[in-house]
């Protein structure tokens, strides 16, 4: 059974009454409702669905080379690639419909891309950069992402220096990085420009950090942690993600004050926290024993469960939006295929 525990943080997180035929604190009927529907894009090798604002779902999926896609919610979809683009990797689209991402040339050069609701697509540089790799985007068309502007590589790693970037509607960019950190990674940013991420010191130590609105950038790691990986904010400033300290892993939830909520899932070799919506509902991934994945659904209270597709080897949740609506892919045979999950 999932658990939550005491936080070694002076906080105390009580321990759920957890629900018998579930285990997981959700009550039967609440699950019953759900509905998942798969898909595929047309003559598609593999779907990957990656984020869902009002049942609007964006990702890309793999016909020969990837392509960007968008799926209504009465099931169409329509397809894109910036001009010049070899693979296109569509990461984030906003509650108005405008879709964030990136793309790599025949020259495996990585480039940014913005698309609006009407399909104009305007791809940037981050200045001086030679890979730009635009994650999400927020209400306001703010976008934020990573870029590497060294030599002799094209991808941001643990041995090349990539630097958070943000860029506003009106096409400003501009770079910063954490305090102390070798590598800095952003990956949400939310609708008040609120940027979350993580970053790597000169002891190759991974942390986290919150950037605000005004530029002030605050280190994010619970007390007794080896390595902090925040990778979601929601428009409440509430961020959520996994840690590891001496006695393993564990999810956090971190309030707007900076106090600190953490939770066990001991059913989970490994596990993975991908989004946190604005009504505290989480998603992410679940690896069991037998290294299959499992979709995995919670709540900032401490309540997870998994679930699966029906058939499938394995089952990967990426993202939530305000409805409860999830979305993601699952495996069958070698294959990735679509999913939403409606409540």
């Known amino acids: 059974m999932f658990s939550t525990r005491k936080s070694s943080l002076g906080l105390h997180c009580s321990q759920l009454v957890l629900c018998a035929a579930l285990g997981f604190g959700w009550s039967q009927s609440a699950y019953a409702k759900a509905t998942i529907t798969t898909f595929d894009l047309p003559n598609s090798d593999g779907t990957v669905p990656i984020a869902i604002q009002n049942g609007v779902i964006t990702g890309y999926y793999y016909f020969g080379p990837a392509h960007g896609f968008i799926r209504f919610p009465d099931g169409t979809t329509t397809t894109f690639d910036p001009a010049g683009s070899a693979n296109t990797y569509a990461n984030s689209i906003s509650g108005s419909g405008a879709v964030t991402g990136y793309f790599v040339d025949d020259q495996l050069a990585e480039h940014g891309f913005v698309r609006t609701p009407d399909g104009n697509i305007t791809t940037f540089d981050v200045p001086g950069g030679v890979s730009t790799e635009a994650w999400w985007i927020n209400k306001k068309g703010t976008i934020a992402g990573q870029s590497y502007n060294g030599a002799g590589d094209l991808y941001c790693g643990y041995r090349y220096h990539c630097h958070g970037f943000f860029r506003t509607s009106r096409g400003k960019i501009r770079t910063f990085d954490a305090p102390g950190s070798i590598q800095t990674w952003p990956w949400q940013i939310n609708d008040h420009g609120m940027i979350v991420g993580s970053y790597v010191d000169g002891a190759q130590a991974q942390h986290s950090f ?134």
């Open 210 to 343: 919150v950037r605000a609105k005004d530029g002030t950038i605050t280190a994010i790691d619970p007390p007794g942690s080896t390595q902090t990986y925040a990778s979601t904010i929601n428009n409440k400033g509430e961020i959520a993600g996994n840690y590891n300290d001496a006695t393993g892993e564990h999810v956090f939830v971190r309030t707007p004050d900076g106090a600190f909520t953490t939770f066990d899932l001991p059913e989970c070799s490994y596990f993975g926290i991908n989004q946190l919506n604005d009504k505290g509902r989480i998603t992410g991934f679940c690896v069991d024993g037998n290294n299959v994945y499992h979709a995995l659904l919670g709540r900032s209270d401490g309540s997870f469960k998994t679930f699966d597709v029906q058939g499938s080897q394995g089952t990967f949740a990426w993202s939530i939006d305000d409805a409860g609506e999830t979305t993601g892919w699952s495996s069958l045979d070698g294959t990735t295929h679509g999913f939403l999950r409606s409540r």
